[in-house]
C-alpha cells in the first residue's frame, strides 16, 4: 500500500488525527477543530483526501484493519480523536479488531491522549453488539497505559439520512416502543464540539476521564420530543409507534439475514430498560453545560429547513 507523505510540526503545535474523519459525525469534528489555535489538523481516510479538501487538513491513507497503515498515519501524533465505527457499514468485527488494531498502534506511537467516541451506558448492554464493542475498546485503551478520554454518547438526535426531519415535514414523529421511556439525546454538533474540546482540553485535568454528553435538562420521552419540535416549529405531529412487542418477536429472525439490522433491534429493546441516560455531570464541570433540549431541538429544525418562515 502507498502511503501519503507525513509532514514534520514543530513541537509546540500539537498533532490532532481524526479517525473516521470522513464520516458524518467525523467532519463536523475536523470542521470544530479547525477553530483551534495550535493544532495542526491530520485526518485519516481509506482513500486518502476527498476531491474537496481544504488546505487546513493534512490527509493521510490508513485502514484500521491494516496495522501498518496506521503506525504511518500515527506517526508524530500527539492526539487521537476516532469516531470510526464498522458496524453500520461492513461488519461489527470491523469495530473489535479494529480498535484494537488502532489502540496497539497509538500506544507504539507514544500518543498522549486517546480521545475515544463511546456509547451511554455501553458497559450495562452486553447484548447490544455495537455497545459492548465499545466497552471492549475502553477496557484495551486503560489496560494500555495510555491517557484516555471517553466520550460517551447518547441517541443522534440528527442522523443521515434524518428520518426524523423526513418524518416531520409529512406531519409524523416515528416513534420506538412507547410514548413514556426516556432515554437520552444528542444534536451530533453538540457531541463533535465536545470531542474537539477533549483533544484540544489545555491540561491533564481531563485525562482518564469518562464523560456522558446529553441535554442540561435531562432525558427526553419521544412524546416530548415530539411536542419540542412542535414548539419550535409549529408543525403539529402525529405519532407513528412501533411497539416494543415488534422488536422482541423480529430480533431473532432479523438475526438470520441481517447483523445490523439484529443490532439496532437490541439496542432498541435496550432503551425499553431506562439505562439509556446520559449522566451529564462531568460534561458540565470539564466541558461546559449542554443545552437544553429546546435549544439542540430549535437550532436541528433550523438546520432542517423546519421551521415556519
Not at 451506558?121 to 465499545?134: I, Y
Not at 426524523?164 to 420506538?176: E, L, M, S
Request: hydrophobic share 45%.
Amino acid at each position: 500500500m502507498t502511503h501519503t507523505m507525513i509532514a514534520s510540526t514543530p513541537r509546540d503545535v500539537r498533532k490532532v488525527l481524526v479517525v473516521g474523519a470522513t464520516g458524518f459525525l467525523g467532519g463536523k469534528i475536523l470542521r470544530q477543530l479547525e477553530r483551534y489555535d495550535g493544532v495542526a489538523l491530520r485526518a485519516m481516510s481509506r482513500r486518502g483526501a476527498p476531491a474537496r479538501a481544504g488546505a487546513t487538513v493534512e490527509w493521510v491513507r490508513g485502514d484500521m484493519m491494516d496495522p501498518a497503515s496506521l503506525d504511518a498515519a500515527l506517526a508524530g501524533v500527539d492526539v487521537v480523536v476516532s469516531s470510526a465505527n464498522g458496524y453500520m457499514k461492513e461488519t461489527i468485527e470491523a469495530d473489535f479488531q479494529g480498535n484494537k488494531n488502532l489502540i496497539e498502534a497509538a500506544s507504539r506511537a507514544g500518543v498522549k491522549r486517546f480521545v475515544f467516541l463511546s456509547i451511554v451506558a455501553c458497559d450495562a448492554a452486553p447484548d447490544v453488539p455495537h455497545f459492548h464493542a465499545k466497552k471492549v475498546a475502553e477496557d484495551l485503551i486503560k489496560a494500555s497505559g495510555l491517557s484516555y478520554v471517553f466520550i460517551r454518547a447518547p441517541a443522534f438526535l440528527d442522523q443521515s439520512p434524518d428520518y426524523i426531519a423526513d418524518g416531520v415535514k409529512a406531519g409524523r414523529f416515528y416513534a420506538v416502543g412507547d410514548k413514556a421511556t426516556k432515554w437520552s439525546y444528542v444534536l451530533t454538533d453538540d457531541l463533535a464540539e465536545c470531542l474537539a474540546k477533549a483533544a484540544t482540553y489545555p491540561n491533564e485535568s481531563i485525562d482518564n476521564q469518562t464523560i456522558d454528553v446529553g441535554w442540561s435538562d435531562g432525558a427526553r420521552s419521544q412524546r416530548e420530543i415530539a411536542d419540542l419540535i412542535t414548539q419550535a416549529t409549529g408543525k403539529p405531529l402525529t405519532l407513528w409507534v412501533v411497539p416494543w412487542f415488534v422488536f422482541r418477536v423480529i430480533a431473532r429472525p432479523v438475526k438470520l439475514f441481517s447483523e445490523l439490522g439484529y443490532d439496532l433491534m437490541r439496542m432498541f429493546l435496550f432503551f425499553r430498560t431506562g439505562e439509556f441516560i446520559a449522566d451529564a455531570t462531568k460534561q458540565e464541570a470539564l466541558l461546559g453545560p449542554g443545552p437544553t433540549a429546546l435549544d439542540a431541538i430549535t437550532r436541528w429544525a433550523n438546520k432542517s429547513n423546519l421551521l415556519n418562515k
